[in-house]
């Protein structure tokens, strides 16, 4: 019996940063991927939603501590829900279906369907980065295609009016090339913050698109040059008690301000601005360092109802640690145990509205976020990618197990990155004091 041929592409949804250089050589990139992504020039007062998607941000939230509970395994850790969010709808654009509908369930948008997603992520792409000039926020989106497989007119369209995706095709036959173009470009559209995202054994052979999201974070704390929110001088080392009860010592940052603070059951939220106020880092801190009880309760949490339980009503000396988180995960697991199954199955998911090439089965093999961030006396940087990884056969069956891929990360509080008017969890993670 003749062997299956299997083709691979990887859906990159890339809220994070890349670099250019291949496995062991420098290839140097001839005509680099354009960038098309909207850049505001006037600042907006506040993200406007309608009433549908003020729930779809209330779900996106629900879904993000959902994420986080699946993922946390005892160890420091970063992740970016909206990553996920803008990589599964752009996947979503190319299915149909059951398959379709379980994308769309898991991400909030229910029984309203692929077009009101579309609608929604087009209106946080262009209005996000507009709150705030001086906040730094790169939401870019292209599809590098293979020659061999070129896209359906109507999805090739929804890419580039919707989520502003330059599309751009190549021969994918000098896999080297194909891989420094896209690292490039993930370099570029995240300043360098992070430096690869894929390897060359991320690269098949039978590779037929890249879609890619970068999502990159940057901003100063409130406070000004010389009355900063954290002074180098101020930061020192201190004990840091892990979850085990074991010890550790960090570089500890301190500030005392009227800071905005939540006293929930079991744990505390604290409230810290960038400049201008319109994003913040929020640290949720159990009572009695039990972080996974929180991780429980958050489940029963609405994120906007924590927000209404903010007072402004005293100084608070804080303490928090510098960290610098860098990982990777497989999402499969996670993915299915969150309700996306069928999109995983090669023979019944139904991957028909990406590729104009018949007689093909598509199904995803992987899905991988890799995301970083810093925290430091300026200010903070984030970054992820999210790669979802396509296979496909010419007849059903089943397909090959994709590589199991690990990187966890633990510590007793949780953080969190949000946009103040829309309410929108950008990045969120656990730092362990490792």
């Excluded at 062997?3 to 691979?8: D, I, Q, S």
């Excluded at 999201?213 to 704390?221: P, R």
């Excluded at 009227?258 to 960038?274: F, H, Q, S, T």
């Excluded at 860098?326 to 499969?332: A, T």
């Amino acid at each position: 019996m003749a062997p299956k041929t299997t083709l691979r592409f990887l859906t990159c949804a890339i809220a994070g940063l890349l670099t250019l250089t291949a496995c062991h050589k420098t290839v140097r990139v001839q005509n680099p991927i354009s960038i098309s992504s909207p850049t505001p020039t006037e600042k907006i007062t506040k993200v406007s939603l309608n009433e549908t998607q003020q729930g779809y941000v209330r779900a996106g939230n629900a879904m993000a501590f959902r994420f986080l509970k699946e993922l946390y395994e005892g160890k420091d850790m970063v992740c970016s829900p909206l990553s996920l969010q803008y990589a599964l709808a752009m996947t979503a654009n190319g299915a149909s279906g059951e398959t379709l509908q379980q994308i769309i369930d898991f991400l909030g948008y229910g029984e309203d369907g692929i077009a009101a997603l579309n609608e929604y992520c087009k209106t946080m792409l262009e209005q996000l980065p507009a709150v705030d000039l001086d906040v730094t926020l790169k939401v870019t989106d292209a599809l590098l295609v293979n020659n061999m497989f070129p896209l359906q007119a109507g999805f090739q369209k929804t890419m580039q009016d919707t989520y502003y995706a330059a599309v751009e095709n190549m021969d994918f036959s000098d896999l080297d090339q194909v891989l420094a173009r896209i690292n490039e470009w993930a370099k570029r559209n995240t300043d360098g913050f992070i430096e690869r995202v894929l390897e060359k054994g991320d690269v098949s052979p039978d590779a037929a698109a890249f879609l890619m999201n970068a999502l990159y974070f940057k901003a100063h704390w409130a406070g000004s040059s010389y009355n900063p929110m954290f002074r180098e001088y101020g930061t020192q080392e201190d004990k840091f008690t892990r979850t085990d009860g074991s010890t550790t010592t960090v570089s500890m940052m301190q500030n005392t301000s009227r800071y905005g603070y939540a006293v929930m059951d079991g744990y505390k939220v604290l409230a810290i601005p960038y400049e201008n106020y319109k994003y913040y880092m929020y640290i949720l801190l159990p009572d009695r360092n039990d972080l996974s009880g929180m991780l429980d309760r958050l489940q029963k949490t609405a994120w906007s109802d924590i927000l209404a339980r903010f007072q402004h009503d005293a100084e608070v000396h804080l303490k928090l640690p510098k960290f610098d988180i860098d990982n990777k995960f497989n999402l499969n697991e996670t993915l299915n145990a969150l309700g996306i199954r069928r999109a995983f199955k090669s023979g019944e998911a139904e991957f028909d509205r990406m590729f104009d090439k018949p007689g093909y089965n598509f199904w995803i093999g992987r899905v991988i976020q890799k995301a970083r961030i810093s925290v430091a006396e300026w200010g903070t940087e984030a970054a992820a990618v999210t790669v979802v990884g396509m296979e496909a056969a010419m007849d059903p069956g089943p397909g090959e197990e994709p590589k199991k891929m690990n990187f966890f990360a633990n510590h007793p509080f949780v953080f969190a990155i949000g946009e103040t008017t829309s309410g929108a969890i950008l990045f969120e993670g656990v730092f362990s004091g490792e």
